[in-house]
């Protein structure tokens, strides 16, 4: 099977040295690709939203390879985020050094193409969660309630299928991130149908500035988008480890988020919380502080 890995950058980096992995710079309309190597693709090129960079951010790569590639499998990582192979020691491991393993342990070809052979239709990242926040409330944290209501309501109106898994991933305190994924043509088309039709939506109501607002939100929604999958399509998941190459062991706790922590770690701090220490995981940070009761 064809395999196109879309790595979605702004600037030259180190990337793996593996064909199937394809640099692509979101947002090219704005930059002076005599600056990049001649390999790097463009967003702005064929059927493409690059103009709408500063509302959509990676969304716009997501875009371009929906309309324009015609791989059997289809991802999406980032200049530093990748999947590898194994468990929790090779995840380890790559903690350390993990530019320097990249090249041994990320995902390649023959992996890929083993896991879609085994009826694996969609690889994602491992979940990562919180301790005492749901997706919702760390959502709220950073961005509107304005957007996240007005897209609930979109969801009930134009999906209304979908919108119990709404509810269900906002309340829940762990999903995917980072928007990273890989995924047969099949279902990426249908995933990137799903999501931009909400946009377009969003958009009508006002949602037009910039800020990012629409990735933020679309990392959330792959979520909603995959458990109603899993449940009602019989969508097969693959949950992979993923490092960032720029946050190894000394430096995870600079960017909580980059790191994936085992799911018995989960039961301790829970004991902690209820001891009235606060522990805040997520949205770039870790907070330990005591809880004031209002």
Sequence with gaps: MSIDIFVVTHKKYKLPHLNIYKPIVAGAFEYD?????????????????????????????????????????????HYRRYFIKGGWFNYFLCLFNPSKLLDKFVLNEKDINTLFEEHYQCIMPK??????????????????????????????????????????????????????????????????????????????????????EFAFLGERLINVWVEYQKNECKLLVKECFFINTEFPMFAVFK???????????????????????????????CKIQRRTYK
């Design 127 to 212: 979940k990562q969660w919180r301790v005492n926040r749901t997706v919702r409330e760390e959502f709220l944290s950073a961005n509107s309630a304005e957007l996240l209501n007005t897209v609930e309501k979109v969801i009930d109106r134009f999906t209304p299928e979908y919108s119990p898994y709404f509810t269900k991933v906002f309340d829940s305190t762990e999903n995917y991130q980072k928007c990273i994924c890989v995924m047969t043509k099949e279902y990426f088309d249908k995933y990137s149908n799903w999501i931009f039709d909400i946009f377009e939506e969003l958009k009508k109501t006002g949602f037009n500035g910039s800020n990012r």
């Design 255 to 285: 960017n909580h988020t980059e790191l994936i922590i085992p799911r018995w770690i989960k039961f301790f701090l829970r004991i902690v919380s209820k001891l009235g220490i606060e522990i805040v995981i997520g949205n770039g940070n």
């Design 33 to 77: 690709m005599d600056l990049f190597p001649k390999n790097y693709l463009k967003d702005d090129v064929g059927d493409n939203i690059s103009h709408l960079h500063d509302l959509y951010s990676e969304y716009t790569v997501t875009y371009w390879a929906w309309k324009n590639s015609k791989a059997d499998i289809i991802g999406i990582n």
